[in-house]
């Protein structure tokens, strides 16, 4: 298994610009999640989703778009890129079970400027 | 939700045992505790979880007394490499189980 899969690794961005993150697990995971973690802080949720076609907002979903088509993947879009946006991005998935834990990714760093 | 409290950081030498204390005093009935480990550029892994009492594994123990109100992480015989922000996450069957949120870690520094 390969686990939490993300691409790009990096990436850089002009102000107003849009992208997408892509987030792919291949653990039959119900459960996704989207982290921004900026420098030297903890981790901020954005969204999350328990199942194909069921999104919710976290701590910070402004600025910020989730769709969840299929069990696999989980991207996370960003329209009109800020510089409040730079970041480095953790996608993170789990099984329904509570006492499941979450399986990160290695992370998308991204630079607005 | 139940919101956790952690030390910023913490200092420790090689061969010393470190014990990192979580306070979550609204863990609600269903909960777990869970804690994770995070390195520089790395997204953070899974150390080790509990629901009540005593957990131990091959790397750490966590310790739960009966109020469930907080939660210890102790890491044996610290090495430079358990140099690393640690996060102590409460959740489970309680209501807003699905939206699992970090607190702000505690940032481990393991010195010679």
């Known amino acids: 298994n390969a686990g939490v899969t993300q691409t790009p690794k990096f990436r850089i961005l002009k102000i107003g610009q849009s992208m997408t993150l892509q987030c792919t697990q291949d653990?039959?995971?119900?459960?996704m999640y989207w982290y921004r973690q900026d420098p030297g802080m903890g981790l901020k949720l954005i969204y999350y989703?328990?199942?194909?076609?069921?999104?919710d907002k976290g701590e910070v979903p402004n600025g910020y778009n989730v769709s969840r088509s299929t069990t696999e993947d989980f991207p996370l879009r960003l329209e009109l890129a800020a510089p409040s946006q730079t970041s480095v991005y953790f996608c993170?998935?789990?099984?329904?079970?509570?006492?499941?834990?979450?399986?990160f990714g290695n992370g998308t760093r991204l630079t607005v400027t | 939700l139940a919101k956790t409290t952690q030390p910023i950081s913490m200092d420790s030498y090689e061969g010393q045992e470190v014990n990192i204390t979580c306070s979550h005093n609204?863990?609600?009935?269903?909960?777990?505790i869970t804690w994770y480990q995070q390195f520089p550029s790395q997204g953070p892994r899974f150390i080790i979880q509990?629901?009540?009492t005593k957990v131990t594994n091959e790397v750490a123990s966590l310790f739960i007394p009966a109020d469930r109100k907080s939660s210890t992480l102790s890491l044996p015989r610290v090495s430079l490499s358990d140099t690393a922000v640690y996060y102590c996450?409460?959740?489970?069957?309680?209501?807003?189980?699905?939206?699992?949120?970090f607190g702000a870690g505690t940032r481990l520094a393991v010195h010679p």
């Open positions: 996450l409460v959740g489970g069957f309680s209501g807003g189980y699905n939206k699992l949120i």
């Open positions: 653990m039959n995971h119900n459960y």
């Open positions: 509990g629901y009540k």
């Open positions: 609204n863990i609600a009935t269903n909960d777990y």
């Open positions: 993170a998935s789990k099984l329904r079970d509570p006492n499941s834990p979450l399986h």
């Open positions: 989703s328990v199942g194909a076609g069921i999104t």
